[in-house]
């Protein structure tokens, strides 16, 4: 089993930056791929960006160019760089990773409050 921590989240203004980070432990050797999803208030859980299988990055359209996804594979740790944020990217951010065991792990969340 794959345990997840985040953390980096706070209240940002507008245009602000923020890193986040997602620390895996317990079986993090099975690890497959990993991800950055949010859920805003009223709204479903979203992909933000991920690693797939084969180690490519994929983003959702919204965060093209601002967010930039990494890893450091030494320290089991996910991060999400996030540049130039909007008020609309205010949300609970989950890191999620898929295991060899096609078994789906998330962590605790961590909010982001973009606001002026």
């Known amino acids: 089993q794959v345990q997840l921590v985040e953390s980096g989240g706070g209240l940002v203004q507008p245009g602000g930056s923020l890193r986040l980070s997602c620390t895996a432990s317990?079986?993090?050797?099975?690890?497959?791929?990993m991800g950055w999803h949010r859920q805003a208030p009223g709204k479903q859980r979203e992909l933000v960006a991920g690693?797939?299988?084969?180690?490519?990055?994929n983003y959702a359209d919204s965060v093209k160019g601002r967010f930039t996804i990494s890893r450091d594979n030494a320290k089991n740790t996910l991060y999400l760089q996030m540049n130039s944020l909007k008020p609309e990217n205010t949300a609970v951010y989950y890191c999620?990773?898929?295991?060899?065991?096609?078994?789906?792990?998330w962590g605790q969340g961590t909010q982001v409050t973009v606001s002026s």
């Open positions: 317990g079986r993090a050797s099975s690890i497959l791929a």
């Open positions: 999620n990773a898929l295991s060899s065991q096609l078994a789906s792990s």
């Open positions: 690693f797939s299988r084969a180690g490519s990055t």
